[in-house]
């Protein structure tokens, strides 16, 4: 399985304001995925991140608010764009990972947004 | 469509004890089923997984076995220690896509 991480760990941002969140994955990957955890919740799928092309996003979710980079087989970024509170979740990447099927997850982003 | 239905939690029990945690499905065609752990402070680790109908996937001491008659897949051990506190998610993976659905999780906390 590949070893992912992101950055930052964990974040206090102010309502206005925008965040990006690196993931980095040791091997190339074909897909990514970034996922939200609301407080006490499930993940929801946000978006998935192909190289090459524009993201794929969910139901409820939008690129003005979520954009996503994908510059190479190994990298992403999701910036959470002109944050409220109701945006203080913690946010997971994950690759599609060398076994079939099997997603591989980050550690995680917990933002907290005042 | 598609879902995932998981045991509330929180579950407390004493260290030793055995442990279940239900999990029921509603899917299209066959999918594959997943548990997920999540420790405190950290991201989602793979603890075990099923393709097909009647497979066990094991992973240190836990057991989930693919049940497609009950749509079922619940999670066992048979001792657990203080080291598995943590919340557990049941997921599912449609066929030919790479969408997982996952369950709410439920938070286990083990007592020593």
């Known amino acids: 399985s590949a070893v992912i991480s992101q950055k930052p760990s964990r974040d206090i941002c102010q309502r206005g304001t925008s965040l990006t969140i690196q993931c980095q994955v040791d091997?190339?990957?074909?897909?990514m995925f970034w996922y939200r955890q609301q407080p006490g919740q499930s993940l929801t799928l946000i978006a998935t991140?192909?190289?090459?092309?524009?993201?794929?996003?969910e139901s409820g979710f939008v690129i003005d608010k979520f954009p996503i980079s994908r510059p190479n087989l190994t990298f992403s970024t999701l910036t959470v764009s002109n944050m409220s509170p109701e945006d203080s979740s913690i946010y997971l990447c994950?690759?599609?990972?060398?076994?079939?099927?099997?997603?591989?997850f980050g550690p995680g982003t917990r933002l907290l947004v005042l | 469509g598609n879902s995932v239905t998981q045991m509330e939690g929180p579950v407390t029990l004493s260290e030793e004890a055995f442990l279940t945690i239900n999990c029921t499905y509603t899917?299209?065609?066959?999918?594959?089923l997943f548990w997920y752990v999540q420790y405190p402070g950290e991201g989602l680790q793979l603890l075990l997984k099923?393709?097909?109908?009647?497979d066990k996937g094991s992973n240190k001491g836990f057991e989930a076995t693919y049940r497609k008659e009950t749509t079922s897949f619940h999670l066992e051990k048979g001792s657990v220690q203080v080291s598995d506190s943590a919340v557990y998610f049941c997921?599912?993976?449609?066929?030919?896509?790479?969408?997982?659905?996952f369950g709410t999780g439920t938070r286990l906390k083990v007592l020593a």
């Open positions: 994950s690759d599609s990972g060398t076994e079939q099927e099997t997603q591989y």
């Open positions: 091997s190339q990957v074909t897909m």
């Open positions: 991140a192909n190289q090459g092309s524009e993201a794929t996003y």
């Open positions: 899917a299209t065609g066959y999918p594959s």
């Open positions: 099923a393709t097909k109908a009647d």
């Open positions: 997921a599912l993976l449609t066929s030919g896509t790479y969408k997982y659905i």
